[in-house]
């Protein structure tokens, strides 16, 4: 089975003391939801969470965003109302994750010649 070789499309927004990250179907549904609000976001979105990276960009660990953290953010704890903000005014980035390689089955052991 592949592991990896995957397209991962994401919005991310810079907030005022955290980065959001939110996860998207591809470019193309969220230039087209920006277009047309018309579309469903089920078509947009790749998962309902939105995670903040802690100020490390969009590249960080991420956790998912506490209540709390998008209320002081976003002056809201709606998601929905959330993803519409991060959806007009973040920013959409698109990365290929390659392939990866090493040991598929960690229960082996060591594969040396004995």
Known sequence: MTRGNTRQSKVYYKGRTEDFVIFVADITA??????????????????????????????????????????REFG???????????LEKGEIQESFNSERQGIKNESQGSRGIH
């Not at 998962?47 to 660990?61: D, L, N, R, V």
């Not at 809201?76 to 991060?86: A, L, P, W």
């Open 30 to 71: 969220v230039e087209n939801w920006r277009k047309y609000r018309t579309l469903p976001l089920a078509q947009v979105m790749d998962g309902w969470k939105i995670f903040t990276s802690h100020q490390h960009g969009p590249q960080g660990m991420h956790n998912e965003a506490s209540r709390d953290t998008l209320e």
């Open 76 to 86: 809201t704890s709606n998601d929905q109302e959330v993803i519409f903000h991060m």
